[in-house]
């Protein structure tokens, strides 16, 4: 018959062994869950990059479209960094992955801003010719960065990309 000290011991041992498991993948839990406030607490905090609207007549449609191409440059190296990173559960790995999507996140939704808060506000008006043709490609580029947000998935940087374009005729370099 095993002694009760014995048995205690290896209780105790199974207890200790069961609870560093667990206060491990609490940390690791934990850690996501800071990460993931941080982000959002950043986000919440951004600004829209749009010019103001006031309005005080400067305009410069032309920077704002190629504004929106450094972003969505940035949302495809997003994509295929989080898609290189996938299925990687190293510490550094998974920094890496939520630093990225936060980035993708964040240059998305600055091209929704772009739109919404410049485009749609100040330069796409009902007494153009072509209004419900603009007011359509506007608000694709909307959608289709709100499903770039969503997915980690190339084919939305390259539809969103290619939205985006398709406002380039409308905003030619220019003087001023």
């Not at 330069?123 to 289709?144: G, N």
Request: hydrophobic share 40%.
């Amino acid at each position: 018959m095993k002694k009760p000290s014995l048995c205690i011991n290896k209780a105790q041992d199974y207890l200790q062994t069961k609870e560093e498991t667990l206060m491990t993948s609490m940390k690791k839990a934990m850690l996501l869950l800071s990460a993931t406030l941080v982000g959002i607490s950043l986000f919440s905090l951004q600004l829209a990059h749009a010019h103001c609207q006031i309005p005080c007549g400067i305009y410069d449609d032309y920077a704002r479209v190629q504004s929106m191409l450094e972003d969505i440059a940035t949302v495809e190296k997003a994509i295929k960094q989080i898609g290189d990173l996938a299925g990687k559960s190293d510490p550094l790995s998974q920094n890496q992955l939520v630093r990225w999507v936060m980035n993708k996140e964040t240059h998305a939704q600055k091209i929704i801003a772009t739109i919404s808060d410049y485009f749609l506000t100040q330069r796409v008006k009902p007494s153009q010719k072509d209004y419900a043709e603009r007011l359509q490609k506007h608000h694709a580029v909307i959608v289709v960065a709100m499903q770039a947000k969503q997915n980690a998935d190339a084919k939305y940087a390259k539809t969103l990309r290619e939205a985006i374009e398709a406002l380039a005729p409308y905003y030619p370099k220019h003087k001023h």
